[in-house]
């Protein structure tokens, strides 16, 4: 039982920084989600926060963990190459996101409407535009820095093995 708590060690400061990822895009995506729901409602300024504003914005949330999750392939490479590959990251993050939190909500019209939806909200809120897009390249900057850490680390152990 004793060596089971010597295996145990605290999060890496790139997983750190990940789970930080998560955590932006799930809030911004229940964001996005809560506004679009509210700006289709066209209730103005003041509204009420039903059980269905609710499930929207947790379907929001859960669809943009759930697309970083799938577009983290596409996040954390290098050079031109890997910039080029980061857009696509954001583009299909975007879309998977959208999928998925369509799908939660309404899940025939929410499927084929949830992209269009996202778009039609981003462009009306450019303000949310700006902060989806910032967390989407900072989701793709943590990626980086922990691929980087990934290789020295791996780095590290190629060295202590050659020298026993």
């Known amino acids: 039982?004793?060596?089971?708590?010597?295996?145990?060690?605290?999060?890496?400061?790139g997983e750190r920084n990940i789970a930080f990822a998560y955590v932006l895009l799930?809030?911004?995506?229940?964001?996005?989600?809560?506004?679009?729901?509210?700006?289709?409602?066209?209730?103005?300024p003041f509204f009420d926060i039903g059980l269905f504003e609710v499930w929207v914005s947790l379907a929001g949330a859960s669809g943009a963990v759930l697309a970083l999750k799938a577009?983290?392939?596409?996040?954390?490479?290098?050079?031109?190459?890997?910039f080029a590959f980061a857009l696509w990251g954001a583009f299909y993050l975007s879309l998977v996101g959208s999928l998925v939190?369509?799908?939660?909500?309404?899940?025939?019209?929410?499927?084929?409407f949830g992209?269009?939806?996202?778009?039609?909200?981003?462009i009306g809120a450019p303000i949310l535009a700006a902060?989806?897009?910032?967390?989407?390249m900072l989701a793709h900057l943590t990626f980086v820095a922990y691929r980087e850490e990934l290789r020295h680390e791996e780095r590290?152990?190629?060295?202590?093995?050659a020298r026993t």
């Open 1 to 13: 039982m004793r060596q089971n708590f010597r295996k145990l060690r605290l999060p890496s400061r």
């Open 26 to 44: 799930s809030v911004l995506g229940a964001l996005i989600a809560f506004v679009s729901v509210i700006r289709l409602r066209n209730v103005g």
């Open 71 to 82: 577009s983290s392939r596409f996040m954390g490479q290098v050079g031109v190459k890997g």
């Open 101 to 112: 939190a369509g799908t939660l909500v309404l899940p025939v019209y929410g499927t084929m």
């Open 115 to 122: 992209p269009f939806t996202l778009a039609v909200t981003l």
């Open 131 to 136: 902060a989806w897009v910032s967390a989407v």
């Open 156 to 161: 590290l152990t190629r060295l202590h093995s």
